[in-house]
């Protein structure tokens, strides 16, 4: 059945270096490719979205990138601060009524 | 615009008993979902509706029961519940216009303990 798979499940870096979080998925009907942030505690919320017909989006210190050839997408953060520690989950969907979460990265901005 | 609210926050239970947990949007979403987060698991789909009267099962509808009778409205129960559904429930909605994929909003959550 559909699939996204996320890596890594944890990541470390320090205040002001980037992170990187993969995911791949298996559908490739998929066509929409949100990312949310979900702060401890807190409701997971959308923080940039792509979708099938741009390779590429970029909002201030957040990127997303697509490759559709490798069913492949990832979210870039740079000049990363301790506000940004939080899981991220990546999705697809494919237009119809269900979206596919990955499992969730959790990260830590060490100060 | 309250977004997505559901009642209540927080509960407590005992195994057997029963509850319902409310979910609300005022937002005139056609589609609405609920999951249950675990640690470790992600969000895992648990019943969804594309409009009012429909439901459908989602990854793991066992122990549940939903009802959409009203579009604003969708409601979660647990009929008897089971340690095993302690968890943080998330309901979300999206639009749901046709041919258009969009995004889910989330409600705050609501976090299940059965003992």
């Known amino acids: 059945g559909e699939n996204v798979e996320q890596h890594p499940s944890t990541l470390s870096v320090q205040e002001g270096d980037s992170a990187v979080i993969k995911c791949t998925y298996s559908?490739?009907?998929?066509?929409?490719f949100p990312w949310y942030k979900q702060e401890l505690g807190k409701r997971p919320q959308l923080i940039i979205d792509i979708r099938s017909n741009v390779g590429e989006k970029k909002d201030q210190r957040i990127a997303v990138t697509l490759n559709k050839t490798a069913k492949h997408f990832s979210l870039h953060i740079t000049e990363t601060q301790p506000e940004d520690s939080a899981v991220y989950f990546c999705a697809a969907s494919t237009g119809g009524f269900k979206t596919i979460f990955g499992a969730g990265t959790r990260l830590f901005v060490k100060a | 615009n309250a977004g997505v609210t559901q009642t209540p926050k927080f509960r407590v239970l005992k195994t057997g008993q029963s509850m319902t947990l409310l979910c609300a949007q005022d937002?005139?979403?056609?589609?609405m979902y609920w999951y249950r987060q675990d640690p470790g698991m992600g969000l895992r789909l648990i019943h969804y509706s594309v409009g009012e009267g429909t439901t459908a099962k989602g990854e793991v509808p066992d122990g549940y029961n939903v009802s959409r009778l009203k579009k604003q409205n969708f409601l979660l129960g647990l009929e008897s519940a089971a340690p095993s559904q302690t968890s943080v429930y998330f309901c979300?909605?999206?639009?749901?216009?046709?041919?258009?994929?969009?995004?889910?909003?989330f409600g705050p959550g609501t976090r299940l303990t059965v003992l």
């Open positions: 559908d490739s009907a998929s066509n929409y």
């Open positions: 937002m005139n979403h056609e589609y």
């Open positions: 979300a909605s999206r639009l749901g216009l046709a041919g258009i994929t969009d995004t889910q909003y």
